[in-house]
């Protein structure tokens, strides 16, 4: 019977001191720049392009920008979603490949490693590159959700 005392106590005097690392953890913790982050409803309309023939292992390793080359990129077509693990760690991004107008297409994982994102300065929208060429997109096994 004195047990539910003694949890009783226990929780009352553990309560401030997780109220108090809660509010020192938020006071410590700086919003990050806006023009660093980016959302997922900014990927939403993302374009994927690919480097096709324009990828080199030096420019992609470098983490310099590659917004100057985009442009001229191939197009692979759009994000259809973003993909995380149970523990909130980004995996990649799916897109459509193959087929025509939507028919025939797969959808595919780009895992992380093979995507980078371009933010322009001017805030334009953001567009995923990938290294890997359509051959080997259309390699990749079809992703598919089990609801």
Known sequence: ????????????FALPAAAQDAA????????????NIITAEM???????SLEGNYDQDVWDDSA???????????????EDVVLSVDGQMLGLTTDVGGFIGIGDKTVMIPLED?????????SDITIVTRLGMEPLQDLPEFEIED
């Open 24 to 35: 020192s953890f938020s006071e410590d913790a700086a919003a990050p720049d806006p023009q």
């Open 115 to 123: 995507i980078r994102l371009v933010r322009p300065a001017d805030g």
């Open 65 to 79: 920008p590659l917004s100057a080359m985009v442009a001229n990129l191939t197009e692979i077509g759009g994000v």
């Open 43 to 49: 990927l939403e309309d993302a374009r994927v392009v």
């Open 1 to 12: 019977m004195l047990r539910k005392p003694v949890i009783a106590a226990a929780i009352l």
